[in-house]
């Protein structure tokens, strides 16, 4: 009998242990140690010139995205964020410093950004955290601030993407969008320090221009025509700056190189065939055939057309609508991946998620693509957020954002100190309903002209109801708009007299927002010499 005991009882004992083995991990599983602690991790999702109107969640009706989505219905969207320079790397250094250009040191994306300043990743790891920065930064040197990297360098490429791994250059098969995705979750669930807290940058490549898709979206839109915006066929009345653009869909855009039209006869000849082949190049002989099954008829079919005008000006805009959205459906399916990563492994509820796009992008609007212009549509830039131990599900947030808010956020968060310097201010507060003031204009910035697209250097200021803009260098023309009135900027009332007091009102604003920063004519002048020099040009 006591032998039958003693069996019977170490029995139990062994279930027990068993038991207790199973469930300490699947518990390890569902929360790393960082999770019992208060300190958030933070993934910080940018893509690039990803335009509001392509998130389903601003309501424009182009597209659908639901993973983005996600993040708006669980936590926070923002329908007045800005950028501070709409271009690629001048932004990205906002974004990372939490200071404008003119004092970051990187104005335009010819001249060169010092990593040996401050920026919130360095912080954040100096405080205890785990920094990885995974995708396009588009700023030169090896990344500071982060335990792994592994970027592309310049632009990178859609298919058989290179990398920059901890300062090694290394070259991926496939397509760009899935690459940068696995590399983040491998980091999430195998590279990273599970015993501390994290800060991933999840930057894509897409929607860049030259906007190839991958094949599982060849097809998606083909059955849809987009109707242009009002302004497509805009005149630029009063409007010299705008007039001098290239960068129109009709006029400037490549038929081969953003447009797929590389015939195998060789008979559309455009100034940039040679780079687009380079890119076409660098597929796979599969993915050749999948790319040639696709896209060849639509050549042949447009070959025999002879299109012209108007007509050849709606076939370029479509063309160019549906592949730039299929790329971003393709960043939508990774920010999905991620998404579903953190909730399967208990990782949810502490971790604050931003999405973003380094500046907004024309769809058409004033009969554009790219960036650039102070105008609305590149100006503004999706930001959607989710932290749900502090944010609540399905906030809008119409208070005036930039970029240079996202350093002292996630600082915010983490519970550091917010260096003085820093010129953003912490969402926090805000996105919850506590701030009890909040600036009311941003200040706005561009530098690089000459250059491509022909955008005149100027700087200006927004308010929630106007925007005063002032281009220079080689024109000296000033724009005041009513947004309200005229949110597509068609109606220059700078002389106006009717908006004399609005006039004087916002050179007051503007002014202020000068003197708060730190710029002045001086500084325009010296980062002008600095592109010139760079450049090997010396005109005006």
Same mark, same amino acid.
């Given at each position: 009998?006591?032998?039958?005991?003693?069996?019977?009882?170490?029995?139990?004992?062994?279930?027990?242990?068993?038991?207790?083995?199973?469930?300490?991990?699947?518990?390890?599983?569902?929360?790393?140690?960082?999770?019992?602690?208060?300190?958030?991790?933070?993934? /910080?999702?940018?893509?690039?010139?990803?335009?509001?109107?392509?998130?389903?969640?601003?309501?424009?009706?182009?597209?659908?995205?639901?993973?983005?989505?996600?993040?708006?219905?669980?936590?926070?969207?923002?329908?007045?964020? /800005? *950028?501070?320079?709409?271009?690629?790397?001048?932004?990205?250094?906002?974004?990372?410093t939490g200071k404008h250009s003119f004092i970051n040191g990187k104005v335009d994306n010819i001249q060169p950004f010092n990593w040996d300043q401050d920026n919130f990743a360095k912080t954040l790891q100096k405080n205890g955290y785990e920094t990885a920065l995974i995708g396009k930064i588009h700023l030169d040197g090896l990344p500071q601030g982060f335990d792994y990297s592994n970027?592309?360098?310049?632009?990178?490429?859609?298919?058989?993407?290179?990398?920059?791994?901890?300062?090694?250059?290394?070259?991926?098969?496939?397509?760009?969008?899935?690459?940068?995705?696995?590399?983040?979750?491998?980091?999430?669930?195998?590279?990273?320090?599970?015993?501390?807290?994290?800060?991933?940058?999840?930057?894509?490549?897409?929607?860049?221009?030259?906007?190839?898709?991958?094949?599982?979206? /060849?097809?998606?839109?083909?059955?849809?025509?987009?109707?242009?915006?009002?302004?497509?066929?805009?005149?630029?009345?009063?409007?010299?700056?705008?007039?001098?653009?290239?960068?129109?869909?009709?006029?400037?855009?490549?038929?081969?190189?953003? +447009?797929?039209?590389?015939?195998?006869?060789?008979?559309?000849?455009?100034?940039?065939?040679?780079?687009?082949?380079?890119?076409?190049?660098?597929?796979?002989?599969?993915?050749?055939?999948?790319?040639?099954?696709?896209?060849?008829?639509?050549?042949?079919?447009?070959?025999?057309?002879?299109?012209?005008?108007?007509?050849?000006?709606?076939?370029?805009?479509?063309?160019?609508?549906?592949?730039?959205?299929?790329?971003?459906?393709?960043?939508?399916?990774?920010?999905?991946?991620?998404?579903?990563?953190?909730?399967?492994?208990?990782?949810?509820?502490?971790?604050?998620?931003?999405?973003?796009?380094?500046?907004?992008?024309?769809?058409?609007?004033?009969?554009?693509?790219?960036?650039?212009?102070?105008?609305?549509?590149?100006?503004?830039?999706?930001? +959607?957020?989710?932290?749900?131990?502090?944010?609540?599900?399905?906030?809008?947030?119409?208070?005036?954002?930039?970029?240079?808010?996202?350093?002292?956020? /996630?600082?915010?968060?983490?519970?550091?100190?917010?260096?003085?310097?820093?010129?953003?201010?912490?969402?926090?507060?805000?996105?919850?309903?506590?701030?009890?003031?909040?600036?009311?204009?941003?200040?706005?910035?561009?530098?690089?002209?000459?250059?491509?697209?022909?955008?005149?250097?100027?700087?200006?200021?927004?308010?929630?109801?106007?925007?005063?803009?002032?281009?220079?260098?080689?024109?000296?023309?000033?724009?005041?708009?009513?947004?309200?009135?005229?949110?597509?900027?068609?109606?220059? *009332?700078?002389?106006?007299?009717?908006?004399?007091?609005?006039?004087?009102?916002?050179?007051?604003?503007?002014?202020?927002?000068?003197?708060?920063?730190?710029?002045?004519?001086? +500084?325009?002048?010296?980062?002008?010499?600095?592109?010139?020099?760079?450049?090997?040009?010396?005109?005006?």
């Amino acid at each position: 009998m006591l032998f039958f005991n003693l069996n019977r009882i170490l029995l139990l004992s062994l279930v027990f242990c068993s038991v207790m083995l199973t469930s300490c991990k699947k518990e390890g599983k569902q929360e790393n140690s960082n999770q019992k602690s208060e300190i958030p991790n933070i993934i /910080f999702i940018m893509s690039d010139d990803h335009a509001y109107q392509a998130i389903s969640a601003y309501g424009y009706d182009l597209n659908n995205t639901p993973n983005i989505d996600r993040i708006a219905k669980e936590g926070a969207i923002f329908n007045k964020g /800005f *950028v501070n320079n709409s271009i690629c790397a001048p932004s990205r250094a906002a974004m990372l410093t939490g200071k404008h250009s003119f004092i970051n040191g990187k104005v335009d994306n010819i001249q060169p950004f010092n990593w040996d300043q401050d920026n919130f990743a360095k912080t954040l790891q100096k405080n205890g955290y785990e920094t990885a920065l995974i995708g396009k930064i588009h700023l030169d040197g090896l990344p500071q601030g982060f335990d792994y990297s592994n970027v592309l360098p310049g632009q990178g490429q859609y298919y058989a993407p290179d990398f920059i791994e901890n300062g090694v250059e290394k070259q991926y098969e496939g397509y760009i969008t899935h690459v940068t995705t696995d590399i983040a979750l491998d980091w999430l669930d195998n590279k990273r320090n599970k015993d501390k807290p994290f800060m991933l940058m999840y930057h894509q490549k897409a929607p860049h221009r030259t906007w190839m898709p991958e094949e599982k979206y /060849f097809e998606l839109f083909d059955e849809q025509t987009f109707t242009t915006p009002a302004n497509f066929f805009d005149d630029y009345k009063d409007r010299p700056a705008a007039a001098k653009h290239e960068m129109g869909i009709f006029k400037d855009m490549d038929l081969v190189y953003d +447009l797929k039209m590389l015939d195998k006869e060789g008979e559309l000849k455009t100034k940039y065939r040679g780079m687009f082949q380079r890119k076409y190049d660098r597929m796979t002989d599969e993915q050749k055939a999948a790319w040639d099954a696709y896209y060849d008829p639509i050549i042949t079919d447009f070959k025999s057309k002879n299109l012209e005008g108007k007509a050849l000006a709606l076939w370029k805009y479509n063309r160019y609508m549906q592949d730039y959205l299929r790329t971003i459906q393709s960043v939508d399916d990774g920010v999905g991946q991620v998404l579903d990563y953190l909730k399967d492994n208990g990782l949810e509820e502490n971790t604050i998620v931003v999405y973003t796009s380094d500046q907004g992008f024309y769809l058409g609007e004033h009969g554009w693509f790219d960036k650039r212009f102070m105008y609305e549509e590149s100006f503004r830039t999706p930001i +959607l957020m989710k932290y749900p131990k502090e944010i609540k599900a399905g906030t809008v947030v119409d208070e005036l954002v930039q970029n240079i808010d996202f350093a002292p956020t /996630f600082l915010d968060y983490a519970g550091v100190e917010i260096d003085e310097s820093i010129q953003g201010e912490s969402l926090r507060q805000l996105v919850k309903g506590e701030a009890s003031e909040w600036r009311d204009a941003i200040y706005y910035t561009y530098y690089e002209f000459p250059a491509e697209h022909h955008v005149k250097r100027h700087y200006g200021v927004r308010t929630d109801h106007y925007k005063l803009i002032h281009f220079y260098y080689d024109i000296d023309k000033w724009e005041l708009y009513d947004l309200e009135k005229d949110p597509s900027e068609m109606q220059n *009332v700078y002389d106006n007299s009717e908006y004399a007091s609005v006039k004087e009102e916002m050179h007051s604003h503007l002014e202020t927002m000068r003197l708060k920063y730190g710029d002045s004519d001086e +500084l325009n002048e010296k980062h002008l010499q600095r592109y010139l020099n760079a450049k090997g040009l010396n005109i005006k």
